[in-house]
């Protein structure tokens, strides 16, 4: 008899074993069904795939399938053969007009035209065209090969016709001549339809991928689990044959699934197991995506070891070789890659939404090295010319570039813009910068043939139209650098007076026409010359304005430092006492500032004081709302919001963050705002600051044709593309590429 | 982000990704002939459209790297397209047809 301690002892092993079997329960519960193996296509299909011949089958005919006879043939024979071959191969690949082509020569007599007929069936088939391959086939000789396969053909097209018991047709008999020509089926015709409708009618392998793919994940909320990629590579296995472009869209998806999931080792079997896409076989660059993504399982910032690896294999090694793509597109794609490299470098740097303050300084070297390959990979690739430039220029004006380390950096400049105009000859935007740069450095010959071409562009930018204004008077201040060629720099300098652009103001011609007598040395006559400005200027062109054009017509005429120094005090003075300038004396000067952006004819002495000046005017409008707000139609008013966007007021390189007298209101409704929106935003490295008002640039095309200023008419279209050029360059790295 | 699928010019012009210049002229070729623009005005300018850009190597290069930034296609998407189109039969096989 059981102890009371044995019974205590049974009862705690029978509740342990109970609890035990409902837990096994519950997990068989929630575990997913386990996917069923892949059905196999029909056996027959994978055994009675190849031609075979039968005794007293024509030798014409066997030879279309048996290479061994088709030598047998004479050479007119064989060329025929070979020619219904090239024929059968182009017709299956969709190109039903070069199939005919290529059977074209075989005549009515030669025992090889029923092939020819065919083939012209089969087109037709294949097509949909029933009507028109029946009127081919029907005239085939039924004891032939061709006729059988039509017959087969014919008769898949519909499922009932493979289950009718037809009698064998007799071809001697009256009655079976009479019947239809694709009556005449026998058994083996009959399961050729039925491989046939199974293969190209039925489409199990569309069936079976959707009942496998339509199973749930074993991993709950995963878009793919190991099991279902198991299910993947083996479907693909069977069913590559007959489905390849299905097979590869599951392979391609399957991929892409994996990549799109932090399960690491679900996406190593994936990359391992599965073929990539054409342009990227092995998965390397996928793979490289993905280290970026999902290393460590969060969004990790930029240089981590095993993606750059990859990335420098994909680059260096599989790219080059792939032969599959053209070798145009495989630059194009190296370009691009380079571009993106340098771009996230730039966004992991300091200043990043992402890092902020906290993050490290960017590499400058790998951004260089990024830069250079993109351009030197793809010299079409504007884009990457553009962001290069961008980055230069950021460089430039940054207050801790040091002078020595600025010269490099021209010459840096110099280079990127003659490698843009050769690898993009009918883009204006380098061969504007170049026409400056070789002027400058009186290597008139090279500068010659981008003014010739800017003079005969038919491009709707105004900075191409003046070339020839500015090629004249920019030759006036070359000319100024010896005293014996003044007299040409005076002639040179009346020559741009005709054709000074309309929409240009020629309050600064009297400064430039005085600043010849400073530099022959003849101070008596400049006095005069600014005396006589002074009569005539009305209020508006003394004080700030009157002293700026001053100093900017003598220090580009080449007045010597000496002389120059008198007129540079008045302008330092007005730097050092800013809060002692009025501000309709800023405003005032403003026309002329942006006249010298606009023409890009900055002196050199600007960067000392130009942007303190445009700040200051900022801040003063800022701080009084209400003047803008009543001069808001003010052409005066627009001047000094262009002149003020041209400079890092309104931001860093990622963010725009514009002053309280500007309103996403008002820049749907007076262009000008919108202009100057736009004038900023084009700058930045990032636009996700800009996504809320993305429609301005429409409302800015919209506008231009409006302006009676012929500048701003070409001036607010060309903004606008721009805009909608690097929005739609932003948009394809999708923000954050990892 | 939409899945470039979609918009693929390759797939507009019913050709396989990365398909070889010559077949995509060709392919080009037999389907202005069936959709002129005096006819059907819409359909030229697509397929138009999509030739040009598959000639364009950096309007390429940028489809494949946008397609790694794309959502990944759902299942339907992947499997959806193929319905419509022609499996793939060797010459092997349809002269296989025509065995006693």
């Known amino acids: 008899m059981a102890t009371r301690d044995q019974k205590r002892k049974e009862k705690k092993k029978k509740k342990r074993d109970q609890r035990k079997a409902e837990s096994k329960k519950k997990e068989t519960l929630s575990r997913p069904p386990k996917l069923r193996s892949v059905p196999s296509p029909h056996q027959e299909l994978l055994t009675r795939q190849a031609p075979v011949a039968w005794d007293s089958e024509p030798v014409e005919d066997v030879a279309v399938f048996d290479e061994a006879v088709r030598d047998t043939l004479d050479s007119d024979s064989a060329k025929q053969v070979q020619s219904i071959r090239e024929a059968f191969d182009l017709a299956l690949a969709g190109r039903g007009d070069q199939s005919r082509l290529a059977v074209d020569e075989i005549p009515r007599s030669s025992p090889l035209s029923q092939w020819k007929v065919f083939l012209l069936g089969l087109i037709a088939w294949l097509k949909d065209e029933a009507d028109e391959a029946e009127r081919a086939w029907k005239r085939l000789d039924h004891s032939r090969r061709p006729s059988r396969i039509a017959i087969s053909m014919w008769n898949a097209r519909r499922s009932d016709s493979l289950t009718a018991k037809v ?55 995963s878009l793919i689990s190991p099991e279902k990629l198991e299910w993947i590579v083996e479907f693909a296995k069977k069913y590559r044959d007959f489905e390849p472009e299905l097979v590869a869209s599951l392979e391609q998806a399957s991929l892409h699934r994996a990549a799109g999931q932090s399960y690491i080792d679900v996406f190593a079997i994936a990359r391992d197991e599965l073929p990539g896409p054409v342009h990227d076989p092995n998965n390397t660059l996928l793979n490289y995506v993905y280290e970026l993504r999902y290393r460590d399982g969060i969004y990790s910032p ?81 884009a990457a010319h553009q ?87 920019l030759d006036a201040f070359r000319l100024c650098r010896r005293k014996a060629w003044l007299d040409q720099a005076a002639e040179r300098l009346e020559e741009s007076v005709p054709i000074w652009p309309a929409w240009l103001n020629q309050q600064w011609l009297p400064y430039l026409r005085a600043s010849i007598s400073l530099r022959a040395g003849d101070s008596g006559a400049y006095v005069k ?45 007005f730097v050092k006492n800013l809060s002692g300038v009025s501000k309709q004396e800023l405003f005032d000067a403003a ?50 919001m262009y002149w003020i966007s041209e400079h890092s007021i309104w931001t860093n390189s990622h963010d725009l963050r514009m002053p309280q007298y500007w309103t996403s209101e008002l820049a749907h409704k007076t262009p000008a705002f919108a202009a100057v929106w736009a004038n900023r935003g084009r700058k930045l490295y990032w636009l996700s600051s800009l996504d809320p008002d993305r429609d301005l640039t429409d409302f800015l095309r919209n506008s231009a044709p409006r302006q009676v200023d012929p500048f701003l008419s070409s001036w607010f279209a060309i903004l606008a593309d721009e805009m909608d050029e690097r929005f739609a360059a932003d948009d394809r790295r999708g923000g954050f590429f990892f | 982000m939409p899945n470039p699928l979609n918009t693929d010019p390759f797939a507009i012009l019913g050709l396989a990704e990365g398909a070889d210049e010559k077949a995509v002229r060709a392919r080009y070729l037999e389907l202005i002939k069936k959709h002129p623009p005096d006819r059907d005005a819409e359909r030229f300018r697509e397929i138009h459209t999509a030739y040009e850009a598959t000639k364009d190597p950096l309007a390429i290069a940028r489809r494949i790297l946008a397609s790694l930034d794309a959502d990944p296609p759902s299942w339907s998407e992947a499997i959806e397209p193929h319905k419509s189109k022609r499996p793939s039969i060797s010459v092997d096989f349809l002269l296989s047809l025509g065995n006693r």
């Not at chain 1, 199990?204 to 709950?220: F, N, V």
């Not at chain 1, 840096?412 to 170049?434: F, I, N, V």
């Not at chain 1, 017509?553 to 005090?569: F, I, S």
């Open chain 1, 167 to 221: 009698p064998v047709a007799d071809p001697q008999g009256e009655a079976d001549r009479a019947a239809p020509w694709h009556t005449r089926v026998d058994d083996p015709l009959r399961q050729s339809a039925k491989r046939l409708h199974r293969v190209w009618y039925d489409r199990a392998a569309i069936r079976i991928a959707e009942s496998g793919t339509k199973t749930r994940e074993s991993i709950p909320d």
């Open chain 1, 591 to 640: 026309p002329f500032f942006w006249d010298l952006h606009r023409t890009d004819m900055l002196y050199p002495a600007y960067r000392m004081h130009g942007s303190k000046l445009a700040s200051e005017l900022n801040e003063r409008l800022d701080a009084d709302v209400q003047f803008v707000f009543k001069n808001i139609d003010d052409p005066q008013l627009h001047a000094a």
């Open chain 1, 529 to 573: 010359q600014r005396a006589a400005i002074c009569d005539t200027a009305d209020r508006k062109h003394l004080g700030v304005a009157d002293s700026c054009m001053a100093l900017a017509a003598a220090q580009l005429m080449r007045v010597p430092a000496a002389d120059l120094k008198p007129l540079r005090a008045p302008v330092d003075a």
């Open chain 1, 387 to 473: 962001a290069y430039l961008r980055w230069i220029e950021d460089e430039l004006e940054d207050r801790w570039t040091t002078a020595a380390q600025k010269k490099p950096l021209k010459a840096e400049m110099a280079k990127l813009m003659q490698a843009w105009s050769k690898g993009r000859p009918d883009d204006k935007e380098p061969r504007l910068w170049l026409l400056d740069y070789f002027i400058d450095a009186e290597k008139m010959d090279q500068a010659k043939p981008h003014v010739e071409w800017l003079a005969n562009a038919r491009v709707n930018d105004p900075k191409v139209r003046i070339a020839r204004w500015r090629w004249t008077l």
């Open chain 1, 302 to 382: 930029r240089v981590s070891e095993a993606a750059d690896c990859s990335l420098k294999q994909y680059l260096e090694v599989e790219l080059p070789k792939n032969e599959a793509l053209s070798k145009p597109v495989r630059n194009a794609l190296a370009s691009e890659l380079h571009l993106r490299e340098a771009t996230e470098e730039l966004n992991s740097g300091s200043g990043s939404p992402i890092l902020g303050f906290l993050g490290p300084e960017y590499d400058k070297k790998l951004v260089r090295s990024h830069f250079k390959a993109a351009t030197a990979a793809y010299p079409a690739n504007r």
